[in-house]
């Protein structure tokens, strides 16, 4: 799928914080869902798709996070016909 192919394109947030014996990974409840997500939602128009996320992250969350890298995307249906892009950043709290 080419990314003429996307409809929707969407930033979002692998956030994490080393702790004493490990790490935690930071994900948010949507209750129209009932389900557990990492942090993401949709580009603004002019707005790059790493400022989404770290943008996304920091209104879902309240934490400013340091980018630490694009660690990959996903493509999934929405709605009736169109196709949605997530992008995903590692970031540390």
């Known amino acids: 799928m080419e990314k003429k192919d996307v409809d929707v394109q969407a930033g979002g947030g692998l956030v994490y914080r080393k702790?004493?014996?490990?790490?935690?990974?930071?994900?948010?409840?949507?209750?129209?869902?009932?389900?557990?997500?990492?942090?993401k939602g949709k580009q603004n128009p002019g707005e790059k798709l790493k400022e989404t996320a770290l943008r996304e992250v920091e209104e879902e969350t309240g934490y400013r996070c340091r980018l630490k890298g694009r660690v990959g995307q996903v493509r999934y249906p929405v709605g009736r016909n169109q196709v949605k892009e997530v992008s995903y950043w590692a970031m540390k709290v």
């Open 19 to 39: 702790r004493k014996g490990g790490v935690e990974v930071l994900v948010v409840h949507r209750p129209s869902y009932d389900d557990w997500s990492f942090p």
